[in-house]
Antibody, heavy 120, light 107 residues
Framework: QLQLRESGPGLLKPSETLSVTCDVSGGSIGSSSYHWVWIRQSPGKGLEWIGSIYYTGTTDYNPSLKSRVTISVDRSKDQLSLRLNSVTAADTGIYFC????????????WGQGTLVTVSS | DIQMTQSPSSLSASVGDRVTITCRAS??????LHWYQQKPGKAPNLLISGASTLQSGVPSRFSGSGSGTDFTLTINGLQPDDFATYYCQQTYSFPQTFGQGTKVDIK
């Protein structure tokens, strides 16, 4: 059974770079034609789609974050990564990774999420 | 961006009640609409995909309907395990947006 597990820094200062990883187990991140997605959840903005990466490496990003975000995959580690530059308090939230079978499919499964707080 | 509007934002119901949650898209999204259940401290869990397809393991008291811009999630015979927050999501176009959620609590 596929399982996803996020890891993150916990606490960041404004202007720093957020780096979160998602370890995939029970399957290989590059072996099938799936999309891998990052979503975040904050009290102020609810659930927000950050972006996705196809197993070929093609990415799509939320235009509201596109200038600051990078999503990548390390196939050797079965690991998905998210980098978000120049963070502010508005980037505080729980960051989730999830799998999407097709571009238009629902997201399943999700990782348990990792809380990132941005504060000086 | 496509805006997803859920109603109501919250509701109180009793065990055994029939509960209906609606989700409206700001433009047509065909049936690229999915429903999730989220419990406190947990990730969302996919209940229904493609507007009406029940995911494996999800009780049959859950059902979904709709197409275009208007969608409905129905719970027939609310159970104690169903008290949670429900979200809709459109995957018709990027960015793939979510509704603001509907919290179902105990009356």
């Amino acid at each position: 059974q596929l399982q996803l597990r996020e890891s993150g820094p916990g606490l960041l200062k404004p202007s720093e770079t957020l780096s979160v990883t998602c370890d995939v187990s029970g399957g290989s991140i590059g072996s099938s034609s799936y999309h891998w997605v990052w979503i975040r959840q904050s009290p102020g903005k609810g659930l927000e789609w950050i972006g996705s990466i196809y197993y070929t490496g093609t990415t799509d990003y939320n235009p509201s974050l596109k200038s600051r975000v990078t999503i990548s995959v390390d196939r050797s580690k079965d690991q998905l990564s998210l980098r978000l530059n120049s963070v502010t308090a508005a980037d505080t939230g729980i960051y989730f990774c999830a799998r999407q079978q097709y571009r238009n499919s629902g997201l399943d499964p999700w990782g348990q999420g990792t809380l990132v707080t941005v504060s000086s | 961006d496509i805006q997803m509007t859920q109603s109501p934002s919250s509701l109180s119901a009793s065990v055994g009640d029939r509960v209906t949650i609606t989700c409206r898209a700001s433009q047509t999204i065909s049936t690229y609409l999915h429903w999730y259940q989220q419990k406190p401290g947990k990730a969302p869990n996919l209940l229904i995909s493609g507007a009406s397809t029940l995911q494996s393991g999800v009780p049959s008291r859950f059902s979904g309907s709709g197409s275009g811009t208007d969608f409905t999630l129905t719970i027939n015979g609310l159970q104690p395990d169903d008290f949670a927050t429900y979200y809709c999501q459109q995957t018709y176009s990027f960015p793939q947006t979510f509704g603001q959620g509907t919290k179902v609590d105990i009356k």
